[in-house]
T-cell receptor, first 110, second 112 residues
């Protein structure tokens, strides 16, 4: 099955810093989503981005499907950005499920 | 106005018991999912239903049985609970099969 690798596994930032999280996948995909799991365990959908670039406030994401990677940019980080960021992909061949990466754990320090 | 709600939030029970987790979504979505998140935070799909029809059934022990009485509800029943079932179980929904998924807050299951 498809493999999803996220890097870095852990990241510590000072408040106000910028960061880039990476997601590599082993095969072509038609579905890619980024999620944030906050310290209370809630999973929030950040982006649905099988290709191209999207922005939402301080967050933006870019997927280069032909090169099999996606990037999540966090600018001017805040302590509320702390948590685990997951990338998940699927190949649209029938009822294929989302396959999640192991996540990047982000800690933003005041 | 919770979009995807699961009950209970916490479930503590003994090995061998049978328990159920309920999930409801008020988003009008056609597709619903159950995921398991283990102690290392790894998320894995268990089941998916589309308009009450089972469409994804990953390698899950048959002690786990999903049930979808209508497209807004997807429940999970677990028989003969084992220590290894301890995890956080998430329900999710999406408008159609490959659309953005929205998650409930999770049910933390602890087996004593």
């Amino acid at each position: 099955g498809i493999q999803v690798e996220q890097s870095p596994p852990d990241l510590i930032l000072q408040e106000g810093a910028n960061s880039t999280l990476r997601c590599n996948f082993s095969d072509s995909v038609n579905n890619l989503q980024w999620f944030h799991q906050n310290p209370w365990g809630q999973l929030i959908n950040l982006f649905y981005i099988p290709s191209g670039t999207k922005q939402n406030g301080r967050l933006s994401a870019t997927t280069v499907a032909t090169e099999r990677y996606s990037l999540l940019y966090i600018s001017s980080s805040q302590t509320t950005d702390s948590g685990v960021y997951f990338c998940a992909v699927s190949q649209f061949t029938g009822n294929t499920p989302l396959v999640f990466g192991k996540g990047t754990r982000l800690s933003v320090i005041a | 106005d919770t979009a995807v709600s699961q009950t209970p939030k916490y479930l503590v029970t003994q090995m061998g018991n049978d328990k159920s987790i309920k999930c409801e979504q008020n988003l009008g979505h056609d597709t619903m999912y159950w995921y398991k998140q283990d102690s290392k935070k790894f998320l894995k799909i268990m089941f998916s239903y589309n308009n009450k029809e089972l469409i994804i059934n990953e390698t899950v022990p048959n002690r786990f049985s999903p049930k979808s009485p209508d497209k807004a509800h997807l429940n999970l029943h677990i028989n003969s609970l084992e220590l290894g079932d301890s995890a956080v179980y998430f329900c999710a929904s999406s408008q159609v099969r490959q659309a953005p998924q929205h998650f409930g807050d999770g049910t933390r299951l602890s087996i004593l």
